[in-house]
């Protein structure tokens, strides 16, 4: 019956494989030489500290000696492996990175104790493969698969699948005039609608159109109803975001998930540190503190064979192990304390799976960014919850995927794009944005958003010079015949185009002579990392200091953010009319929405235009901006 969610098992499978296969050929197979190498390894290393943290869970503080400091992809949230090398097999231990800071790096082990192999030295440290998130997401698939049909998760799985069809309904009246009315007319419509639906809402988010103004009113709607809401989105800074905006509209959130993942500005909503100011929390540190003494002095006869000495130490690890289920205890009751009386529960979606979150459900899902997460993992959330709310825009940038082969077999499908698709009478879209001139915005709006979406009157004529010449806004450099070809990047891993670094180091000196400002925000944008570095290198500090700010970047790491100025390099530049990745459009609609008052696109329209997409736009530029040759610069 569904063999759309067979599919994406197999899909889910082909890709956890590709994952590992790419972490096993480094971590097993090579040596650790090699592992060193290649940054994901530190060897050999001292233990600086042991003890046991939040839930009690072991940690161990290494570093690495001052001569060993080469490059390295170590960082928190990581899964790692500290492992010994004192004997012919490997010994290891597998946990989470919590920090890495300079040479020293904090391991939260996934395991009740210390193993006893760290006083044997030759001990290191790598970063892992990790497939707990898709045995969550197989195991997620399953229960969708066999959920009764008039369950909700059953309801919500034959409609976004278009297996059954129903009208939506509510139970409830609508909103009072005066709530959220700040908001505009499709904002409005938005909460409204999300909030008394019974089943499934989508909330459709062309870029700058306050989407994420618009969730915060649902939510706030939706808490005074039926609290906590389960507030996903698939990356911690989507969850962070949506934290910070939900707090700071008088909602009390909890913020669940790996601490190392989290964004110091919402550290201070955390489980963990929510629960230091509570009257409990001394009482559970001092029985945190008896245990650890326990388990210190049963160190003491780690290396004693004596019956006396070994009973004494047997003891000692039983008091510490029954101190520690009191400490634990105390630390459950708190939590259920703390996540009862909560307005939200923000996680990622896999973070639902956390062990606060155990046995409880939801009356509402919000899920934020769905079309950058992954079908399976949206399912995880939604198994907990009789409501669903989506919200995000199906043309921005999809999930990563490794596997080719699960590419194609359509893991990179997500549930927003099913849902726009097979429920569009659920869809509410967002139609007025606050972001770009209505020369910036007007391409995409055409070619993504049926031309739906109109600029707020506050930004449809805003340009930088602030003279009205909206033809300026948009500004289109043809690289055609300049020999400005695309090159590998310095470690052969990605590409650059040299000459369009020059053209961009043009652009920026004529905006510091025209603009005779010192306030704007400059991103620039390409979707390679070797031109990000080679423009990193070649963009100098007097140059960096003439705008407010100045950002260099891929096109994924923009995807959310927005500066007065944007310039994109589009580094392609070959006679065989390639242009990799560039093919799919999503990636070029998130790079030109993030410019508010100007647009600058540099390459070579003989490689780019072959492709009917980049032609149209080079067209729109025509006719509404401006298109000049690199030869005239």
Known sequence: MFMILSSLRESLALEAAEQARRYGELTTSAPISARIAEGICWYPLRIVETGYGFGEYPYVVVERPAEKTSPHHLSGGKPAQL????????????????????????????????????????????????????????????????????????????LLYGVRFRSATTSLPPLPPSFAS????????????????????????????GKTTTLVEIIRATASRARPVLVCAPSNAAVDLL???????????????????????????????????????????????????????????????????MEQRRLLIAEAKSVSAD????????????????????????????????????????????GQGLDPAAWI??????????????????????????????????????????????????????????????????????????????????TILDDGDLRSSLRVIDTSGKGWTEEAGDNAESLKNVGEATAVLHVLDSIVTSAHRHDLSVGIISPYRGQV?????????????????????????????????????????????????????????????RARKMLVVIGDASTICRHPFYERFWAYAEEFGTVESAWSI
């Open 83 to 158: 492992f010994s090398a004192a004997e012919r097999d490997q010994r290891s231990v597998h946990g989470t990175l919590h920090w890495v800071s300079g040479r020293r790096a904090h391991i939260i082990l996934r395991t009740n104790e210390h193993p006893d192999w760290l006083d044997d030295g030759k001990i290191g440290l790598q970063i892992i493969h990790d497939d707990t998130s898709f045995a969550e997401m197989e195991k997620a698939l399953r229960r969708v698969e066999e959920a009764d049909a008039d369950s909700p998760v059953g309801w919500i799985r034959d």
């Open 182 to 209: 700040a908001l505009n007319d499709s904002q409005r419509a938005a909460v409204d609608f999300a909030t008394r639906v019974d089943d499934l809402a989508i909330i459709h988010g062309p870029p700058g159109t």
């Open 243 to 309: 934290t910070e905006r939900c707090s700071a509209a008088g909602l009390d959130v909890i913020r669940i998930g790996n601490l190392s993942r989290i964004d110091r500005s919402v550290i201070s909503h955390t489980m963990a540190e929510r629960w230091k100011d509570h009257p409990w929390a001394p009482d559970i540190k001092r029985l945190r503190q008896q245990a650890d003494e326990y388990r210190r002095l049963a160190t003491k006869y780690k290396r004693s064979f004596g019956r006396a000495e």
């Open 327 to 370: 400490a634990r205890r105390m630390e459950e009751q708190l939590a259920n304390v703390l996540l009862n009386d909560a307005d939200v529960i923000a996680c990622t979606p896999v973070g639902v799976r956390s062990m606060d979150l155990a046995g409880r459900e939801f009356d509402t899902c919000v899920l934020d960014e769905a």
């Open 381 to 462: 959330p939604i198994l907990r919850s009789r409501r669903l709310i989506l919200a995000g825009d199906p043309f921005q940038l999809p999930p990563t995927v490794m596997s080719q082969k699960a590419a194609t077999s359509g893991l990179t499908t997500t549930m927003l794009e099913r849902a726009i698709t097979t429920v569009p009478d659920r869809v509410l879209l967002l139609d007025e944005q606050y972001r770009m001139n209505r020369v910036i915005m007007g391409f995409s709006n055409t070619v993504f958003y049926g031309g739906k979406v109109t600029a707020h009157t506050s930004v449809e004529e805003h």
């Open 533 to 593: 570095r080679h423009l990193d290198a070649v963009i100098d500090n007097g140059r960096r200091a003439a705008f407010g700010s100045l950002d260099i970047n891929t096109v994924d790491s923009f995807q959310g953010s927005e500066c007065d100025v944007i310039i994109i390099s589009l580094v392609r530049s070959n006679d065989d009319g390639d242009i990799g990745f560039l093919t799919d459009t999503r990636r070029m609609n998130v790079a030109i929405t």
